[in-house]
């Protein structure tokens, strides 16, 4: 089965989710589905006294102005739904992606609507920390319409990173990006056995060329870097437009402060946060 085969999408009306959506609609496996969900938070008109019917009226003609430019961006799609849900935002999100089973949620960074109650910030946070699945924090490239025309991957040798160079790499054949996996010496050990394993796949990740839809692709070999981890992804992510990073499928409190969390909300470029699958 293709990655991100199925797809949550959160919306809010903003460009930044908008945008968000357009990747997401990019990274969409061939015949894969996408739900772009604009989640209505009422309670800000629950506490404005005497006018909160006009409030809440207000917030749900937004809401759907919302969904409707969201539709429009899915024209053409052969599975894809725009919807509006009432409820708190990153649970009504949350359980988007249970009932859609989906392989990626995407968010776009630093939006607001008072409509959707979306503020994005703390929303991916706790997709990050709770997603069952792989979540997409966007960013504007460069040429939205060749997103992503380059992506690195951040590796060293655990699974979580084996997995998310796997995901690159399908990414870039799919698409014809370019693609630079880079390792951290900075930090804790690096498995090495796990980057030989990694090099020994097909295709090898040295300087090989590999055939990929409409292009021929040059796939680097393995980057070394002297920096931390995150020093050296996020140095990475002013080269490309996609960075894809592994992560230890911790949640809750016990992923606060992971490497993967803070690359998401301090990269450059948009980053794809590939979890291990439960």
């Known amino acids: 089965m293709s990655v991100f085969d199925r797809i949550v999408c959160g919306i809010d009306g903003s460009p930044e989710a908008l945008g968000a959506l357009r990747q997401a609609k990019r990274l969409l496996a061939p015949g894969g589905r996408i739900l772009a969900l604009t989640v209505s938070d009422l309670s800000a008109a629950v506490q404005a006294g005497w006018s909160a019917s006009d409030i809440a009226a207000q917030l749900k003609r937004e809401a759907e102005q919302a969904r409707d430019e969201a539709f429009r961006e899915l024209a053409g799609l052969a599975d894809a739904e725009a919807r509006v849900v009432d409820g708190s935002p990153a649970g009504r999100l949350l359980e988007a ?40 924090v966007s960013r504007p490239p460069v040429d939205s319409t060749r997103f992503p025309h380059s992506i690195v991957a951040g ?23 370019s693609l630079r996996l880079v390792a951290a010496t ?9 980057l030989v394993r ?81």
Do not use: F, M, N
Not at 124 to 130: F, G, I, K
Not at 186 to 194: F, I, L
């Open 198 to 278: 990694l090099r020994g796949r097909e295709p090898a990740y040295a300087g090989v060329s590999a055939r990929g839809r409409g292009a021929t692709l040059r796939i680097p070999a393995l980057e070394w870097s002297e920096l931390s981890p995150l020093e050296a992804l996020l140095d990475a992510s002013a080269h490309a437009d996609l960075l894809v990073v592994g992560s230890r499928g911790l949640h809750g409190i016990a992923a606060l402060g992971s490497v993967s969390e803070r690359v998401a909300h301090r990269a450059r470029c948009s980053v794809l946060v590939v979890r291990p699958a439960r």
């Open 97 to 136: 992606v249970q009932e859609e089973e989906a392989t990626l949620a995407a968010l776009g960074s630093h939006g607001r609507s008072r409509a959707a109650g979306i503020v994005l910030g703390s929303i991916a946070t706790e997709l990050l920390h709770d997603a069952p699945c792989a979540v997409l």
């Open 155 to 177: 590796v060293d040798g655990s699974p979580e990173s084996l997995a998310a160079a796997a995901a690159a790499e399908e990414l870039a054949l799919r698409l014809g990006a």
């Open 186 to 194: 900075g930090g804790k050990p690096v498995d090495v056995d796990g």
